[in-house]
């Protein structure tokens, strides 16, 4: 069975720069898994990812979308040879914590100028284009949070994928079963 997976560092393949096994992974031992989630990526780049290969070919499609408040840059101006994170678009929490002067315009940016309003519109438009190129394909597409809400497993659960071994085995198992039904 031949399974894509994008989306952002949720369904990303942690593995490039740090240790452990995380749910891609452990599809990866049952399937023949093509990953394209990138760590820190927006859900334009998410659009571009699907964009990238013939759905076709898939016999199951994970997209784990993500934050409506991520900015799409070409390049990250500190994440850029980042292995993990070099795809990565600017998100307040992450620019916020970085204390890098070359992004304090972007601080100031979401601190002084950001709508939370128009990233949820143009996320929502984002979102109905992907739903329009997966149309041709629903039948074998896995939406994440629309189909299966993992939120629950965040926040005691850190660690690889933002979940323990524990949350990243629950992640699994929940598509396994959805895969194999």
Same mark, same amino acid.
């Given at each position: 069975?031949?399974?894509?997976?994008?989306?952002?560092?949720?369904?990303?393949?942690?593995?490039?720069?740090?240790?452990?096994?995380?749910?891609?992974?452990?599809?990866?031992?049952?399937?023949?898994?093509?990953? #394209?989630?990138?760590?820190?990526?927006?859900?334009?780049?998410?659009?571009?990812? =699907?964009?990238?290969?013939?759905?076709?070919?898939?016999?199951?499609? =994970?997209?784990?979308?993500?934050?409506?408040?991520?900015?799409?840059?070409?390049?990250?101006?500190?994440?850029?040879?980042?292995?993990?994170?070099?795809?990565?678009?600017?998100?307040?929490?992450?620019?916020?914590?970085?204390?890098?002067? &070359?992004?304090?315009?972007?601080?100031?940016?979401? &601190?002084?100028?950001?709508?939370?309003?128009?990233?949820?519109?143009?996320?929502? #438009?984002?979102?109905?284009?992907?739903? &329009?190129?997966? &149309?041709?394909?629903?039948?074998?597409?896995?939406?994440?949070?629309?189909? =299966?809400?993992?939120?629950?497993?965040?926040?005691?659960?850190?660690? #690889?994928?933002?979940?323990?071994?524990?949350?990243?085995?629950?992640?699994?198992?929940?598509?396994?079963?959805?895969?194999?039904?």
């Amino acid at each position: 069975m031949k399974i894509l997976i994008c989306g952002d560092s949720f369904a990303a393949d942690w593995t490039v720069k740090h240790k452990g096994t995380g749910w891609p992974n452990m599809l990866a031992d049952l399937y023949q898994v093509t990953n #394209l989630a990138q760590a820190g990526c927006s859900e334009y780049k998410i659009l571009k990812q =699907i964009q990238s290969v013939d759905l076709f070919e898939y016999d199951k499609i =994970i997209v784990w979308h993500t934050s409506p408040y991520r900015i799409y840059v070409e390049e990250h101006p500190t994440h850029n040879k980042d292995v993990l994170h070099k795809n990565c678009d600017f998100i307040y929490s992450d620019v916020k914590a970085q204390q890098s002067k &070359e992004l304090t315009p972007i601080i100031d940016y979401f &601190e002084k100028y950001f709508s939370f309003e128009y990233a949820d519109f143009v996320h929502s #438009l984002i979102c109905k284009q992907i739903d &329009e190129l997966l &149309e041709p394909v629903k039948d074998k597409v896995i939406q994440i949070p629309q189909m =299966i809400d993992f939120d629950h497993l965040t926040k005691p659960n850190q660690g #690889l994928n933002h979940f323990d071994t524990d949350g990243n085995q629950i992640v699994f198992n929940k598509l396994v079963k959805i895969i194999n039904p």
